[in-house]
């Protein structure tokens, strides 16, 4: 059975050097992919991140939506508001009193879409729960 596979000696030497170059081209090739970024940023950029955030904090334009969990007499509310703000510390509760009920209020969603991931999150222990939007928003 005749042997098919090439030897070296076979190879013209002209190839070989090819082969070899190329080998050793695409191996240096791997190393030069370093390289350094500078960004260069104007100042400004960053006060102004810091007012929109602040804005955006003491900002009551436009839609604002919460989530009320209870109505009823204000002893009820107290307690209400209470045990939902030991078990999500991370919303803010307010009690609104409107004749004859008070009103446990849950956070300041500026979308619809905050207040319903909210409330997803809520909805299990509050199952008179719903998401509004008060009148004057």
């Not at 919303?91 to 319903?116: C, H, M």
Request: proline fraction near 4%; glycine fraction near 6%.
């Amino acid at each position: 059975m005749p042997q098919t596979l090439l030897r070296m000696n076979d190879l013209p030497l002209k190839k070989c050097l090819t082969i070899l170059n190329l080998c050793l081209l695409m191996g240096f090739t791997g190393f030069s992919q370093e390289g350094k970024i500078h960004i260069q940023q104007d100042p400004e950029i960053l006060e102004l991140i810091a007012l929109q955030s602040e804005m955006a904090q003491d900002n009551d334009f436009g839609e604002r939506y919460k989530i009320q969990i209870f109505y009823g007499n204000n002893g009820q509310a107290t307690k209400a508001l209470k045990e939902f703000h030991e078990k999500f510390p991370e919303w803010s509760t307010t009690i609104e009193y409107q004749t004859p009920n008070y009103k446990v209020w849950i956070g300041n969603f500026r979308t619809r879409l905050e207040a319903d991931r909210a409330f997803l999150q809520i909805k299990n222990d509050y199952q008179s729960a719903f998401v509004f939007r008060p009148k004057g928003n």
